[in-house]
């Protein structure tokens, strides 16, 4: 039931960005400790933007690594799971924080 919730916060706030236009496409981020099957916001989609501007968009999902942010400079930059030791890319110190991968972010909608 979360899903639900979820979509209809990103499809009002689609139609918000949307200005009056159909809305044709719509690119979600989804961290990289997110829970949220995209098959369930594809589902809920369908049935919560019937008869309005969001109705038929294809949703085009982008699973991204988490991010740190630097307690020094306050830089924020993604996880490189590939790396074996972690540092600011800006002002290459160690005092990160994770930052919470869980969500699914709005990145941008296209309109007609």
């Not at 942010?69 to 005092?95: I, M, P, Q, R, W």
Request: hydrophobic share 35%; aromatic share 8%.
């Amino acid at each position: 039931m979360h899903e639900f919730t979820l979509t209809k916060n990103i499809l009002d706030r689609a139609l918000e960005n949307a200005h009056s236009k159909r809305i044709i496409r719509v690119h979600l981020l989804i961290g990289s400790f997110s829970t949220e099957r995209e098959e369930s916001i594809q589902f809920y989609w369908k049935d919560l933007a019937k008869g309005s501007l969001g109705e038929g968009a294809e949703l085009h999902f982008e699973h991204v690594n988490a991010e740190m942010k630097c307690l020094d400079c306050s830089g924020v930059s993604f996880l490189d799971e590939n790396e074996e030791t972690y540092t600011c890319k800006y002002c290459y110190t160690a005092h990160l924080q994770l930052l919470p991968g869980e969500d699914v972010k709005l990145a941008s909608i296209e309109v007609e």
